[in-house]
């Protein structure tokens, strides 16, 4: 039977993901706290934080899921012939705080954001302990794009990009794709499906299908030195 699980600030496992409620789709938990570890072992298990400002903590695991798989992104022949003329330049990990700030900027017809300050700090301390990364596009010393996301094995948890200028959310798109193939990951969680997404290749799959990729690739080594790159060359020909 579904049912909502209640959460205190005590580290406890989390409910399995098939008990989240399909109305709203995917809500499994309320409360808790955003430490590292009850962070890391909600990715973990398939589950991710998801609330406004002024409401408790909702944890979630929607069915079905969207995903992609890094060496089936789509990237158009336009966008293809966009970015080889912009002179932009794309780094990882050297602005993460930046890059979340980006992402939390209000986007157009909405009043505010769900990446609150508490959720800033606590994805910056999963920053500072090695777990979660950024992708950030330059124009000059300017940041115009990004993303930011966790590493989960061989598995990478999108959270959220951001754009200033036309395509530079799609060019950090582009320059994590080429970088998580060469460094051997199989999956992209991007959570819940829109037409965005939709256009660069996300496909959508069942719930049960994530979780069993998640627990097939979550423990899997990849390269220690995968981010400490500093400059992307992105591969467009």
């Known amino acids: 039977m579904k049912s909502l699980s209640f959460l205190n600030h005590e580290f406890e496992a989390f409910p399995s993901p098939e008990l989240a409620l399909t109305d709203p789709n995917g809500l499994l938990a309320i409360g808790g706290d955003l430490r590292p570890e009850r962070l890391l072992s909600a990715y973990y298990n398939g589950i991710f934080p ?30 293809r012939k966009y970015l080889k003329k912009q002179p932009w330049r794309i780094t990882i990990n050297q602005a993460f705080t930046d890059v979340m700030a980006g992402c939390a900027q209000p986007r157009l017809k909405q009043d505010g954001t769900w990446i609150s300050q508490e959720i800033q700090m606590a ?31 061989q598995v990478f948890c999108g959270e959220s990009m951001f754009h200033r200028k036309t395509n530079a959310s799609k060019a950090a798109v582009a320059a994590l794709q080429q970088h998580l193939v060469k460094m051997g990951f199989k999956l992209i969680d991007a959570q819940i499906m829109n037409p965005h997404l939709e256009s660069l290749g996300a496909k959508a799959i069942k719930r049960i299908d994530f979780i069993t990729l998640l627990s097939e690739l979550r423990n899997n080594p990849v390269n220690p030195m995968t981010w400490t790159t500093k400059e992307v060359i992105l591969e467009l020909e």
């Open 50 to 79: 998801w609330f406004n400002e002024d409401d408790p903590i909702l944890w979630w695991s929607p069915d079905p899921r969207a995903v992609f798989i890094p060496d089936e992104i789509h990237i158009s022949t336009s966008l």
């Open 123 to 153: 994805y910056r301390e999963l920053h500072n302990t090695g777990h979660a990364h950024s992708i950030e596009v330059w124009e000059g010393e300017g940041l115009i794009g990004g993303l930011y996301g966790l590493a989960i094995g």
